[in-house]
């Protein structure tokens, strides 16, 4: 299984969509949370995405045994893992974040 200390800086991963067109992607960033690997990527062409967005996406096994990446399906796990990606890629968030930790009762 893949693992984070496996990974570098300039990794390519080529990835196939549901209709059989690949797509190059460049590894932004990676994270281990409790035990899980998740990678943060983006398409290498420009003219697949337009918006400079990324892509979470952890390694698993398909039914065949061979290692996948697959999407994140639950909407707590992408929201804590994106939340992670968005603070190590560009930094925590000036609104919000910080001054409500600080506002209990």
Known sequence: MLKQD?????????????????????????????GTLYLALTPIDEGDNPDDSYVILKPELDENGDEVLSTIEDDDEFERVAEIFDDQLFGPEEDGGEEDAGEED
């Not at 496996?6 to 409790?34: M, N, P, Q, W």
């Open 6 to 34: 496996d990974l570098y800086d300039d990794e390519i991963f080529t990835l196939t969509d549901d209709e059989g067109r690949e797509t190059d992607f460049s590894l932004l960033g990676s994270v281990t949370i409790e």
